[in-house]
């Protein structure tokens, strides 16, 4: 399954590819890209756990950058 997210306040590009690299390393996840410029997650992740995946990706999000929100809905 593969879904895109807004994300809020993702302040600097640097950030961003560290997000990036460590979803990529979430079990489960196949493929996940962060775009700085426009604000956007992309996440690819098997669709049986996704929503697990989802919360893992969230809580990783949160470690690089405490301020960066990704708004689920």
């Known amino acids: 399954m593969k879904k895109s997210y807004k994300l809020i306040d993702l302040d600097c590009a640097n ?3 560290k997000m ?3 979803i990529k390393k979430i079990d ?3 493929d996940a890209s962060v775009s700085f ?3 956007r997650l992309t996440v690819d992740a ?3 756990r996704f929503e697990e995946i989802m919360k893992q990706v969230v809580k ?3 470690k690089v950058e405490p301020d960066c929100t990704v708004q689920l809905s």
């Open 15 to 17: 950030c961003a590819a």
């Open 20 to 22: 990036e690299n460590a």
């Open 28 to 30: 489960g996840v196949n």
């Open 37 to 39: 410029m426009s604000q």
């Open 46 to 48: 098997d669709d049986g």
């Open 60 to 62: 990783t999000c949160k």
